[in-house]
């Protein structure tokens, strides 16, 4: 069988950085506070100043990001929070384990990001927030979002676990709305080795709800003064991530140049990711839309060439979600897309020889 290429290749940047990642490891196992230790304050301030806002709060995934920030915005069984549907469970499964209801809205065809121009019709008196989540790396149209938000008073949490390192007029994702979230999963554009995450906010009271929600609702030591949970990141992945933002701003710019390169050589064969005049992506995942899935998929992978689906279930069909006695509208155009998008592999080490030999591989299954 032929040999398979990486889908993303982490040991390159590895190699890049090692000196770095080991000294920062060291560190941490000399002075032995794994728990809260100092990298952990070092970073959140490192990653508030790139983001551009006054707080970062570090957490333990990208998960529990989303589950502080609706915690901090008290956020209650019954309460509705407006989301997208075609993204990975995490946002839909957050709302509905703090007893709220997720209330999807389609998305827009091009970006696949929430289409704001369906999110006023959905707002009812039980809206309490609402949940743009950035697919692919590129921020959804927050501005327009923001501006419905603002009309009824409802907050906006930002899910960037697919955008940290994008922006939108010029403003970095994770800074457009009341919170931002983001995700540090080793795959991420800016990943840890394991798991992690942030919460973002320019707001000094959600910014204390957020840090004491993280400790079990901790005021002070052995002091609770409302529920919480167990979310802080470890400083070992503080550590590692010290070391990988030190050349992040490099890294993004060769996943732009990289999108660039695959989206001119493709645009003639298929449908290659639309990104708005107004963003700048990080390609969290650079996705095609195709038709004949299956055989697509199955031809590269007998040269070597893995595939991935992200994602093939809107979060409205989802098993854990789906009633089929009451269940949700269509969403038609989350519905199509998700039956035909397929992520390449791509990340910013790819050599010219592996760019060359997936472009033309996958040119050839358009004939």
Same mark, same amino acid.
């Given at each position: 069988?032929?040999?398979?290429?990486? #889908? *993303?290749?982490?040991?390159?940047?590895?190699?890049?950085?090692?000196?770095? $990642?080991? %000294?920062?490891?060291?560190?941490?196992?000399?002075?032995?506070?794994? !728990?809260?230790?100092?990298?952990?304050?070092?970073?959140?301030?490192? $990653?508030?100043?790139?983001?551009?806002?006054?707080?970062?709060?570090?957490?333990?995934? &990208?998960?529990?990001?989303? $589950?502080?920030?609706?915690?901090?915005?008290?956020?209650?069984?019954?309460?509705? !929070?407006?989301?997208?549907?075609?993204?990975?469970?995490?946002?839909?499964?957050?709302?509905?384990?703090?007893?709220?209801?997720? +209330?999807?809205?389609?998305?827009?065809?091009?970006?696949?990001? +929430?289409?704001?121009?369906?999110?006023?019709?959905?707002?009812?008196?039980?809206?309490?927030?609402?949940?743009?989540?950035?697919?692919?790396?590129?921020?959804?149209?927050?501005?327009?979002?923001?501006?419905?938000?603002?009309? @009824?008073? *409802?907050?906006?949490?930002?899910?960037?676990?697919?955008?940290?390192?994008?922006?939108?007029?010029?403003?970095?994702?994770?800074?457009?709305?009341?919170?931002?979230?983001?995700?540090? =999963?080793?795959?991420?554009?800016?990943?840890?080795?394991?798991?992690?995450?942030?919460? =973002?906010?320019?707001?000094?009271?959600?910014?204390?709800?957020?840090?004491? *929600?993280?400790?079990?609702? %901790?005021?002070?030591?052995?002091?609770?003064?409302?529920?919480? !949970?167990?979310?802080?990141?470890?400083?070992?992945?503080?550590?590692?991530?010290?070391?990988?933002?030190?050349? #992040?701003?490099?890294?993004?710019?060769?996943?732009?140049?990289?999108?660039?390169? =695959?989206?001119?050589?493709?645009?003639?064969?298929?449908?290659?990711?639309?990104?708005?005049?107004?963003?700048?992506?990080?390609?969290? %995942?650079?996705?095609?839309?195709?038709?004949?899935?299956?055989?697509?998929?199955?031809?590269?992978?007998?040269? &070597? !060439?893995?595939?991935?689906?992200?994602?093939?279930?809107?979060?409205? $069909? %989802?098993?854990? =979600? #789906?009633?089929?006695?009451?269940?949700?509208?269509?969403?038609?155009?989350?519905?199509?897309?998700?039956?035909?998008?397929?992520?390449?592999? #791509?990340?910013? @080490?790819?050599?010219?020889?592996?760019?060359?030999?997936?472009?033309?591989?996958?040119?050839?299954?358009?004939?």
């Amino acid at each position: 069988m032929t040999k398979m290429m990486p #889908f *993303i290749d982490l040991s390159r940047q590895q190699h890049r950085i090692r000196d770095s $990642l080991e %000294q920062k490891i060291k560190n941490v196992l000399d002075h032995g506070q794994y !728990i809260m230790g100092p990298e952990v304050k070092e970073l959140e301030n490192m $990653l508030a100043n790139y983001v551009g806002v006054k707080h970062c709060v570090s957490v333990a995934n &990208g998960t529990d990001a989303l $589950l502080i920030a609706m915690l901090a915005l008290d956020i209650k069984a019954n309460d509705e !929070i407006i989301t997208s549907p075609f993204t990975f469970i995490a946002t839909s499964e957050m709302i509905a384990l703090l007893g709220a209801k997720p +209330i999807y809205v389609d998305i827009h065809e091009q970006t696949y990001n +929430i289409d704001p121009s369906q999110i006023e019709k959905a707002i009812t008196e039980r809206t309490k927030a609402i949940i743009p989540i950035s697919i692919y790396g590129q921020c959804a149209n927050m501005n327009e979002i923001n501006e419905i938000a603002k009309k @009824y008073n *409802i907050p906006v949490i930002e899910d960037g676990a697919q955008s940290f390192g994008a922006t939108h007029y010029d403003k970095k994702s994770c800074s457009l709305s009341k919170i931002g979230c983001t995700s540090f =999963f080793p795959s991420k554009p800016l990943g840890c080795y394991g798991d992690g995450g942030a919460c =973002f906010t320019d707001d000094n009271e959600i910014a204390e709800r957020m840090r004491s *929600i993280r400790v079990h609702g %901790q005021k002070e030591r052995y002091h609770h003064t409302q529920i919480g !949970i167990n979310g802080r990141m470890d400083t070992l992945q503080a550590a590692i991530l010290i070391a990988k933002l030190e050349i #992040f701003e490099e890294e993004v710019i060769l996943r732009n140049k990289l999108g660039d390169k =695959f989206n001119a050589l493709l645009k003639d064969y298929y449908m290659t990711p639309y990104i708005e005049k107004q963003n700048t992506s990080v390609y969290a %995942q650079y996705t095609l839309r195709v038709g004949n899935r299956s055989q697509f998929m199955h031809n590269l992978k007998e040269i &070597g !060439i893995p595939t991935a689906i992200h994602y093939p279930t809107p979060a409205h $069909l %989802q098993p854990a =979600f #789906f009633d089929p006695k009451y269940p949700h509208k269509s969403l038609p155009i989350s519905e199509k897309v998700a039956s035909e998008v397929v992520s390449l592999p #791509f990340h910013p @080490y790819l050599l010219e020889d592996e760019i060359e030999f997936i472009i033309s591989s996958v040119i050839k299954q358009s004939t």
